[in-house]
Nanobody, 128 residues
């Protein structure tokens, strides 16, 4: 069974940068067999798609609201995916979740239903 563990969240200031990590583990687990997505849920809001990356890192997608500030990447040998967030804004305050998807490895989508494994989330609070 695959397990995902996010880290890197915390209290940050407007304009700061932060890099979130998503470490994957599990017996007989092959990280390269999964596409990865990042989602977030702000206070009182629905969970929303942020970014996704294909199984080999060759294709990425970002929500329009975060383009230019959020960069998703992955290190397959290290079984870790990352979300770099620059120029943080108060509206970026949320719990950020990573998720793994074996159904659409090349062009992972934006729907949370596509993702079968989820982490517990890491909270990012942006203070002004």
């Amino acid at each position: 069974q695959v397990q995902l563990l996010e880290s890197g969240g915390g209290l940050v200031q407007v304009g700061d940068s932060v890099r979130l990590s998503c470490a994957a583990s599990g017996r007989f687990f092959n990280f390269g067999s999964y596409a990865v997505g990042w989602f977030r849920q702000g206070p009182g809001k629905e969970r929303e798609f942020v970014a996704s990356i294909s199984w080999n890192g060759g294709w990425t997608d970002n929500a329009d609201s975060v383009k230019g500030r959020f960069i998703i990447s992955r290190d397959i040998p290290e079984h870790t995916a990352y979300l770099q967030i620059d120029s943080l804004k108060p509206e970026d305050t949320a719990v950020y979740y990573c998720a793994a998807n074996r159904k659409n490895l090349r062009y992972p989508g934006r729907r949370s239903e596509e993702y079968e494994v989820w982490g517990q989330g890491t909270a990012v609070t942006v203070s002004s």
